[in-house]
């Protein structure tokens, strides 16, 4: 083959290749919460947290283009459960499951146990919430094990949408305990989002053992017949989580 052969020849592969990397992209709508800083939350109106910046970034690879669309939680749910979109920072149980598919977890979020100064108590599993009543989200789930707790009747649950919300019930004595996702960097961002709470900030303490460790996915209505999407969604996530652009995300550092 001569040099100028093999120019086109490489020159057309290479076109192909383009090709066939954005003939399946797609214009994907993730429906999220509008309030669960750092993970996702609207900042002057905008997206931002590690959920939007985490697919931002993926969508080089997939070839699909991600949307997000953040609400109020319960309704971000209710839209995803019509196959408007996806639903992002998802947890995953077996009901869900019959009804939606769900990409590999996406990262993990430490659900932790906020209480006033002066009510701290002793937490090493579920059965030590017996009898109190937690403030939670409305339309969450907080896998089997706390799900099945709740149901039994362990616990209860003031269910709201709304965490910073829920700081204010635990200071006005209306529940025992508020269950707040993100970790740290979640149980920070609060105070930073909220000049009054941040007033407040001696007044609550984390307890040592988080309620549990969280994995968090996207996932879509199987209406939606979105699995191929997922399986692309699934094969750029495995590689990204093993750079260290994954870790400076998955840490909150993102708008």
Aim: one cysteine or more; aromatic letters at 10%.
């Amino acid at each position: 083959m001569s040099s100028l052969g093999l120019l086109r020849f490489v020159l057309g592969f290479l076109a192909s290749a383009c090709l066939s990397h954005t003939a399946y992209a797609d214009d994907i709508v993730v429906y999220g919460d509008d309030a669960y800083a750092p993970v996702s939350y609207l900042d002057g109106g905008k997206p931002a947290g590690v959920f939007p910046a985490i697919f931002n970034r993926l969508s080089r690879d997939t070839g699909d283009r991600y949307e997000f669309v953040l609400l109020p939680w319960n309704r971000a749910l209710r839209e995803s459960r019509l196959g408007g979109g996806g639903i992002g920072n998802f947890s995953w149980n077996e009901e869900r499951d019959k009804l939606y598919d769900f990409s590999e977890p996406i990262y993990s979020d430490d659900i932790q146990l906020v209480v006033l100064k002066g009510k701290e108590f002793a937490f090493a599993g579920v059965q030590d919430l017996k009898g109190k009543t937690a403030g939670g989200a409305l339309g969450a789930s907080y896998g089997e094990e706390i799900d099945r707790a709740i149901a039994d009747g362990v616990f209860s649950v003031d269910r709201d949408d709304n965490q910073r919300f829920r700081m204010r019930k635990l200071l006005a004595g209306r529940i025992d305990v508020a269950i707040v996702g993100n970790g740290t960097a979640g149980f920070e961002l609060l105070f930073a989002l909220d000049p009054k709470l941040k007033a407040m900030r001696n007044e609550f303490v984390v307890l040592p053992h988080p309620l549990t460790r969280d994995p968090l996915h996207v996932a879509f209505a199987k209406s939606m017949n979105m699995k191929p999407a997922l399986e692309r969604l699934n094969r750029a996530l495995s590689a990204f989580k093993q750079t260290a652009e994954y870790q400076e995300m998955v840490k909150g550092e993102v708008k």
